[in-house]
């Protein structure tokens, strides 16, 4: 079973930078799956913010965080990062790594096509806060 896990969340002032970590652990192999980065802010629904495809390697960006986020994954340590930059308050939210073989992942669209949206795994979420 496929365990996901996330750090490297925190309070950072408009304009700052952090990079989240999403470590995959249990006994399937992380390349199988295509990445997503998902987050939810108070209030709002979850949305999709990045991913990276098993298939072709490629990323793929929201709109809203394009050219300040940068996902990237090293599959020696199991690990896929998202790196962001310029961050602004409307970034603020918790932030989750999900790991499905069926994740859409182009121009700009992030989901999953399951009934229900079901995602095979999720992490248990790191809290971004973007405050001055």
């Known amino acids: 079973q496929l365990r996901l896990m996330e750090s490297g969340g925190g309070l950072v002032q408009p304009g700052g930078s952090l990079t989240l970590s999403c470590v995959a652990s249990?006994?399937?192999?992380?390349?199988?799956?295509?990445i997503g980065w998902f987050r939810q802010a108070p209030g709002k629904e979850r949305e999709g913010v990045s991913c990276i495809s098993s298939s072709s390697g490629l990323p793929n960006y929201a709109d809203s965080v394009k050219g300040r986020f940068t996902i990237s994954r090293d599959y020696a340590t199991n690990t896929v990062y998202l790196q962001m930059n310029g961050l602004k308050p409307e970034d603020t939210g918790t932030y989750y790594c999900?790991?499905?073989?069926?994740?859409?992942?182009?121009?700009?669209?992030?989901?999953?096509?399951?009934?229900?949206?079901?995602?095979?795994?999720w992490g248990q979420g790191t809290l971004v806060t973007v405050s001055s």
């Open positions: 249990g006994s399937t192999v992380l390349e199988y799956y295509t």
């Open positions: 999900a790991a499905d073989s069926m994740l859409v992942c182009y121009s700009g669209s992030i989901y999953s096509p399951r009934r229900g949206g079901l995602i095979e795994a």
